[in-house]
């Protein structure tokens, strides 16, 4: 009996040591599983732990990771991202740091004014290799804990933060009070990391890549700056908003290289324009969607005799108009207010593109002014000095007066076709011999084929006005001839048909028995071809 008791015992013993042992190889097994193989630390939760070296990231817990950019994962760039995180929760710290070589040891609080929980920044340096860790204490007089959900909610939603700032397209930083940049997003670093030369890397404090902006309470916004990537690169230009928040400077740029291209190629465009326009005779006047003067050539102030003071202030249309009324250069309108009514009227023409007026004005010019209009509710007016051409045209209708008022006086009817076999000039004789009024021979009526027509209706028939239309239109050196035909009053008529320069032909008929003087021919019986 007593045999067996001890052999219970025995055994009891050891079940009790067999599964003390399981419980820690267990325990062994789980650390050794959970442990990234290449970690220095044990803890792969809980407080964030980096060790270093010179500088240089040599391992780091996961949650240590997470509180870096995701710019600033890799061995080098380590540093500058953590000073940029400590910054914000223990300022001073990256000089505390610095000197940490000759303290040995380090420990801060975060800022009193932060609104999360309490931090512990605790740091030292043994062996020439610096260990940091970042400690979160209870909130003084808190007994509870926030719960996992709530816990998980803000660890989701800073990840989403983390991302949208990592992957925004365009440079965020800020800046403390003192003008250092204390935190970047990613495009900031890849921007700074541009600058570099290729044994460089990043350092704290980050490099400012824009210049100071001056201290202020109200926000900036859109202030253009540029910045050179590296030397003999373009500059590469940014539209700058900034917000003071919190005695830091919150910073944005967005890139403005495409709107800065823009608006140096629509330079460059309006310059070329300018340049043609200054060569042109033709006044030029340019009115925006506001009909408000834009652009005008030097031709213009020539034309008008406007000053340049007056146009550089971007008159508005009814504005322009009344200083040219006022230098005497539009016609001057029996009702000008009525006539400065119908400004309306001449807008809406010119945008149309049916505008187009020649005024006469009291010095003795004529102008042709014409309005057109142009893109985005624009309107050009051109003014066009045609006085030369009025001159010119005026002279040349005196001179057809004058000329037509000579043959007119003459006593033989007398009839000019043009090379073409047009009839284009008579006398009033003519118009009496045949009545007949040239001023309704018009188009095919007037051609030397339908006035021989009515020449052989009023006549007796003869074979003269088919040689005459044989005449008319034949090529080459041609000779005067004459020849006589009867009317249909029976009385005599004498014709002769004269070549004239550029192919012309002219008609002369004289009614035998008359004045012959002058006439340049005789009547004399059956004319033949001359020669």
Request: glycine share 6%; aromatic share 8%.
């Amino acid at each position: 009996m007593t045999i067996d008791h001890s052999l219970a015992i025995t055994l009891l013993v050891t079940g009790f040591f067999s599964a003390f042992l399981g419980l820690l190889l267990v325990s062994l097994l789980q650390r050794k599983a959970l442990r990234r193989p290449d970690s220095l630390f044990l803890e792969t939760h809980g407080n964030a732990e980096y060790l270093f070296d010179n500088k240089v990231l040599i391992d780091a817990t996961p949650v240590a990771r997470n509180l870096l950019p995701k710019a600033c994962q890799d061995k080098t760039s380590a540093w500058p991202g953590l000073i940029s995180y400590l910054e914000q929760k223990f300022p001073g710290a990256a000089t505390k740091l610095d000197s940490l070589a000759t303290q040995g040891s380090l420990t801060m609080g975060s800022a009193e004014d932060d609104s999360s929980a309490p931090l512990l920044l605790r740091a030292e340096m043994r062996g020439g290799l610096t260990r940091i860790s970042v400690i979160e204490t209870e909130h003084a007089g808190s007994n509870t804990a926030l719960d996992p959900l709530t816990r998980r909610a803000i660890r989701d939603e800073l990840e989403q933060l983390r991302q949208i700032s990592a992957k925004a397209p365009l440079p965020i930083w800020r800046e403390s009070e003192a003008g250092d940049v204390i935190w970047a997003n990613t495009s900031y670093l890849n921007l700074a990391t541009e600058r570099l030369n290729e044994d460089e890397d990043l350092t704290w404090p980050l490099p400012k890549l824009f210049p100071r902006l001056p201290p202020q309470t109200e926000p900036m916004l859109g202030e253009r700056k540029k910045i050179l990537s590296h030397e003999g690169a373009e500059p590469r230009w940014f539209d700058i908003f900034a917000f003071w928040q919190n005695e830091e400077l919150q910073c944005y740029a967005l890139p403005a290289d495409k709107t800065v291209k823009a608006e140096e190629g629509l330079r460059a465009f309006m310059q070329t324009l300018t340049k043609t326009f200054a060569h042109l005779p033709t006044g030029l006047a340019i009115f925006d969607h506001e009909r408000k003067l834009v652009l005008f050539n030097p031709a213009l102030l020539d034309l008008t005799g406007l000053s340049p003071d007056l146009l550089t202030k971007r008159p508005t249309l009814p504005t322009f108009f009344d200083a040219l009324r006022e230098a005497s250069m539009i016609p001057e309108p029996r009702n000008y207010k009525s006539w400065r009514n119908q400004i309306t009227d001449i807008e809406e023409a010119a945008a149309s593109g049916l505008y187009e007026e020649t005024w006469s004005l009291s010095g003795g010019q004529t102008y042709r002014v014409t309005g057109r209009p142009h893109p985005n509710g624009a309107l050009a007016l051109s003014f066009e000095d045609i006085s030369g051409e009025m001159t010119q045209t005026r002279r040349y209708r005196a001179d057809l007066e004058l000329g037509q008022a000579v043959i007119d006086a003459v006593d033989a009817a007398i009839a000019v076709f043009s090379a073409s076999g047009v009839l284009v000039m008579s006398n009033a004789a003519y118009s009496d011999l045949w009545e007949h009024d040239p001023a309704a021979s018009l188009g095919s009526e007037g051609s030397f084929a339908a006035v021989c027509k009515h020449w052989r209706a009023v006549s007796a028939p003869t074979t003269l006005w088919d040689r005459a239309e044989d005449f008319a239109v034949e090529m080459g050196p041609r000779q005067a001839w004459q020849d006589d035909v009867r009317l249909s009053d029976g009385r005599r008529l004498v014709c002769r048909f004269s070549p004239l320069a550029g192919g012309a032909t002219m008609a002369t008929f004289r009614l035998e028995g008359g004045d012959a003087e002058g006439s340049g021919f005789t009547s004399s019986a059956p004319c033949k071809l001359a020669g």
